[in-house]
């Protein structure tokens, strides 16, 4: 059964109540060490919340991100720094089916093709990343995959042009990955925002430092944030310490540094929705260091 475990340490009252006086957590998971240092910058993109199919969605937006981290736009400059990204990850919510059309009715002719153009009209903007980046995509509350945690991988057979590309990956919803020797672990979101509705924390970054210390991602699974019935195990738990936290789909960026008793270090990463606010995050891998990289345009 998820959740979090933690031990209290009190004493037994003359009533005999039990009173805490301290609630202790796991802490920090013990983590790998990290290159002591990498021989020049590397960047990873992050971006969320596309929302490709959202009446209020900009899509030139979107093709001003793909031109820049592709190296097709930009000074002297921003070319140099897209030539060092590496990777590239697309935490969930990538497009906007309208709802009008997850009735479960049969849909008529012209209906289907205003269900397929969002994914035909994302699948386009992806080829041209996977072309030469390599791209993580993993899957959002609004994607057409599972809704209970984890979301299994937007199926293939959705992106007929990406999947050529060997750099192309559907991935997991939570997702974790290595680069460099640097661990990655992210979500879409949904972990962060369901806690949000139950506590009193500041931000997204105070919930994303909490489930570090809880050692576990999802703590509010299953009773309020659906997740598979595991009865053996629980994926949630984090065993190993990452190197780097992100959490997709959020009200806004920010981005911290935790620290761990034991050395571990950990760059908590909140990104925010794409298709609100215009704005990807770049990390750099040497140092750990993350910016933001900001697209507006006009549309009517």
């Not at 002297?76 to 720094?81: L, N, T, W, Y």
């Not at 007929?160 to 020797?181: A, G």
């Not at 310490?241 to 911290?256: D, E, I, L, M, R």
Request: some cysteine; charged content about 20%; proline content about 7%.
């Amino acid at each position: 059964m998820p959740g979090v475990v933690v031990a209290l340490l009190g004493k037994e009252t003359t009533k005999g109540d039990f009173l805490v006086h301290e609630v202790l957590e796991a802490g920090l998971a013990p983590q790998i060490d990290r290159p002591l240092k990498l021989e020049e910058d590397k960047y990873v993109v992050f971006v969320s919340g596309l929302g490709v199919g959202n009446m209020t969605a900009n899509p030139l937006q979107f093709q001003l991100l793909v031109d820049h981290i592709t190296g097709h736009l930009g000074d002297e400059k921003e070319q140099h720094m897209a030539a060092q990204i590496v990777h590239v990850v697309i935490a969930g919510n990538s497009v906007e089916i309208p709802s009008e059309f997850l009735n479960g009715q049969n849909l008529a002719s012209k209906d289907q093709s205003k269900l397929s153009d969002p994914i035909k009209e994302l699948d386009i903007l992806l080829t041209q990343i996977a072309a030469g980046l390599p791209l993580d995509i993993m899957p959002g509350p609004n994607d057409p995959t599972n809704f209970a945690l984890p979301q299994q991988p937007l199926h293939r057979c959705l992106f007929p042009s990406s999947r050529v590309y060997n750099t192309f990956r559907s991935c997991t919803n939570p997702h974790c990955f290595e680069l460099d020797k640097i661990k990655f672990l992210g979500t879409s979101g949904q972990n962060i925002e369901d806690m949000g509705k139950y506590s009193e924390a500041k931000g997204e970054l105070e919930f994303m430092e909490r489930t570090m210390n809880w050692r576990h991602i999802a703590p509010t699974t299953p009773n309020t944030l659906g997740c598979y019935p595991f009865t053996d195990r629980d994926p949630f738990l984090i065993e190993s310490c990452p190197h780097v936290y992100f959490a997709g789909n959020q009200p806004k960026y920010g981005t911290s540094l935790l620290n761990g008793p034991e050395g571990q270090i950990v760059r908590l990463i909140s990104i925010p929705k794409f298709c609100e606010t215009g704005v990807a995050v770049m990390l750099n891998l040497r140092n750990l260091e993350c910016h933001t990289i900001s697209f507006e345009a006009e549309f009517s």
